[in-house]
């Protein structure tokens, strides 16, 4: 079995690659400097070609690239998985949010994952959309936590946490274990996957501190107050107390 997968130099993809292989799936990179992500052509060349058996689209483009590829496995029943994001809730709300909870994000990034959303579900009746939070990894290099953490560490010399926020998060190793469950095993639709049940981003990065043997200052603050929490019992992904002393 085969499987094409967007947003191979990204945080999530190469993770799932990696995890498709335990399951015998060989996971395909849509190389965009070899492959048009416009020229219909030239795509449709590109499915004939690999024959995938699954379609996951986690990497960053256009919304049309996102109604293409959604239509392109619709009309050849290829199942299809885009990933978006608890950002596509707006910064001024709060949470819990579940499934019924309207997007209502206007930033740039928030409106763009919305709008994907929206092509997405036009293009292909047929596609699951699972919306992620912000992924914990262990080291710098990607668009993680534990880079920001490391970043904001030499920028400021500490890192402020709020003891007053929840944040949606998930270890990506968790994270792709979920995406593959949910697709090979639930019907299409828009699913949450967190693996936050109850911690603040204080508790939280007060825990990987620990995990990583303290060579961080962190300073409680109480300033962003905001509940980012998804909820969604058909979701079954680890909590994330379960690699932290919390």
């Known amino acids: 079995m085969k499987a094409i997968v967007t947003g191979m130099n990204g945080t999530v993809a190469p993770v799932l690659g990696e995890y498709l292989k335990t399951k015998g799936i060989e996971a395909i990179p ?3 400097e070899k492959v048009s992500t416009t020229d219909i052509k030239e795509m449709k060349a590109f499915f004939d070609r690999i024959q995938p058996t699954y379609f996951f689209h986690i990497g960053m483009g ?11 496995c619709f009309e050849r029943q290829i199942p299809f998985l885009f990933t978006s994001t ?5 910064e001024a709300g709060t949470g819990p949010y579940t499934v019924e909870s309207l997007p209502d994000a206007e930033d740039d990034y928030g409106k763009y994952k919305r709008d994907c959303e929206e092509a997405i579900n036009e293009a292909n009746p047929n596609a699951w959309i699972v919306r992620i939070g912000w992924q914990i990894g262990h080291d710098r290099g990607s668009n993680n936590m534990i880079d920001f953490l490391e970043r904001t560490m030499d920028e400021k010399g500490f890192i402020p946490a709020s003891s007053e926020w929840y944040p949606s998060t998930s270890f990506l190793e968790d994270t792709v274990e979920a995406l593959y469950t949910i697709f090979t095993t639930k019907q299409p639709g828009l699913y949450l996957a967190n693996g936050n049940p109850s911690y603040s981003f204080h508790n939280i990065v007060t825990a990987l501190n620990q995990k990583h043997g ?3 200052k962190v300073k409680e603050t109480t300033d962003l107050k905001r509940d980012d929490r998804m ?11 379960k690699k932290l002393d919390i």
């Open 214 to 216: 303290g060579k961080w």
């Open 231 to 241: 909820f969604d019992d058909r979701v079954e992904l680890s909590s994330i107390h």
């Open 86 to 90: 608890v950002s596509v809730f707006s």
């Open 30 to 32: 849509w190389d965009r």
């Open 62 to 72: 256009p919304p049309q690239w996102a109604s293409t590829l959604a239509t392109i």
